[in-house]
């Protein structure tokens, strides 16, 4: 296990922001593949257990968020772990932390969620103002949902975990998060 350590450390080093890029695609597209199956155990749920059933799985949609994790997404994160955060402040006691952790929950959470849902609205075919609409009605629930699991993860990130994997730590917490997005975004 230790050899894919230094492994990623490497490649870190080398090539920080395409190792995110492909470590983000690949992470949600995995959090798109959890939706779909989930959907598709609880429409079987729904409807009579005598008929049979196969899943189904809509590679299309997640080539798309796999896209705009990799393509938009990441180097966006990249940015923002790597460079706005630490400019907000260098101290990495407990009120620097819940001072990263207080925007990184309030003016990026929204902004990245708007963004999210807008592109992949338009990605996937949608008008502006279908996808304007489609953030009208989900931003709050999401956010809702995401204040409720994301600032503690970022508190122990930005505490306990060295800069140069907050944005690991947020790819591998995102597997479940991706997978409610992708739920909410396609209801």
């Not at 959907?39 to 009579?48: P, R």
């Not at 975990?161 to 975004?185: G, K, T």
């Amino acid at each position: 296990m230790s050899y894919y350590f230094r492994w990623y450390d490497t490649l870190l080093a080398k090539r920080p922001l395409v190792s995110r890029m492909i470590t983000s695609g690949a992470l949600f597209g995995l959090g798109d593949f959890l939706s779909q199956y989930i959907t598709f155990k609880q429409d079987i749920k729904q409807k009579e257990e005598t008929e049979d059933y196969k899943f189904t799985f809509d590679l299309k949609r997640s080539l798309t968020f796999m896209n705009f994790r990799c393509f938009m997404a990441a180097p966006l994160l990249y940015f923002h772990y790597g460079r706005f955060l630490p400019s907000i402040t260098s101290r990495t006691d407990l009120t620097g932390t819940l001072l990263k952790v207080g925007v990184d929950q309030t003016l990026w959470a929204a902004s990245f969620l708007t963004f999210m849902f807008l592109t992949l609205g338009k990605l996937e075919g949608m008008s502006a103002h279908d996808s304007l609409e489609s953030v009208k009605q989900k931003i709050w629930p999401t956010l809702i949902a995401n204040w409720k699991v994301w600032p503690l993860i970022q508190f122990a990130n930005f505490f306990f975990i060295p800069m140069a994997y907050h944005l690991v730590v947020v790819n591998c917490a995102s597997v479940f998060w991706n997978a409610y997005c992708s739920y909410v975004f396609h209801q």
